[in-house]
């Protein structure tokens, strides 16, 4: 069965500095996605970003981009010039490529954004 | 577009009642949705997944009768919690996938939090 860990339980960074969420996954599929989602205190569930696995590129969208290191079943957030509006739970996620699976999630990581 | 709802946003109920919540796709076909279960600071779990028309698939540890799902049509589909007791109180998610969509995308409700008293 997959699995999704994110050991970094909070982080805290400074508005417009940059941080990066861990994440590391198990799986023996060669097609899956993964995903990073954002919850915030009103808990309704915001995508962030994905990444297809048989893709070589690093998703990118905006101020959010990952780096996807698939031999080492790692992919990583980067959030650049944080906002005080990022402040939220990240979730990284991952699924089976078919699409007819449910999603696995982390642990999440509680983002704090000092003013 | 993909807009999700679920309907109560929040109950509140008595140990030994049944409560049910509405997972509906606004503006989309749903050929699956899933049903999550969120503790308190804690993270999604995947309790189950249906498909219209047909019987739902529950994960391991997920009992069927207590949380039944019903996927009765393309854009709505119902949990309703059995026999609810307080270790049931959570906030439920609901996410829906357009079969259509690029990339199989699921988009989610805004969760609905069950008390049980």
């Known amino acids: 069965a997959q699995t999704v860990t994110q050991s970094q339980p909070e982080m805290s960074v400074q508005e417009a500095e940059t941080v990066t969420l861990s994440c590391t996954y198990d799986?023996?599929?060669?097609?899956?996605?993964l995903f990073w989602y954002k919850q915030p205190p009103s808990r309704q569930m915001i995508l962030v970003i994905r990444q297809e696995a048989y893709k070589q590129q690093n998703a990118t969208e905006n101020r959010f981009s990952v780096n996807f290191q698939k031999a080492a079943k790692s992919f990583s957030l980067k959030i650049s010039d944080s906002q005080l509006g990022d402040a939220a739970m990240y979730f990284c996620?991952?699924?089976f490529g078919g699409g007819a699976d449910g999603l696995t999630f982390g642990k999440g990581t509680h983002l704090i954004i000092q003013p | 577009g993909a807009v999700v709802s679920q309907h109560p946003s929040r109950v509140i109920c008595k140990s030994g009642t049944s409560v049910k919540i509405e997972c509906r796709s606004l503006?989309?076909?749903?050929?699956?949705m899933f049903w999550y279960r969120q503790f308190p600071k804690q993270s999604l779990m995947l309790m189950a997944t249906s498909n219209e028309g047909s019987k739902a698939t529950y994960e391991q540890g997920v009992e069927k009768d207590k949380f039944l799902i019903n996927h009765a049509s393309l854009t709505l589909s119902t949990l309703t919690v059995t026999s609810a007791h307080p270790e049931d109180s959570s906030f439920y998610i609901c996410s829906a996938r357009p079969g259509d969509f690029l990339y199989n995308e699921q988009f989610f409700g805004p969760g609905t939090r069950l008390t049980v008293l």
């Open positions: 799986t023996s599929e060669s097609d899956y996605y």
């Open positions: 503006d989309f076909q749903a050929t699956t």
């Open positions: 996620a991952y699924r």
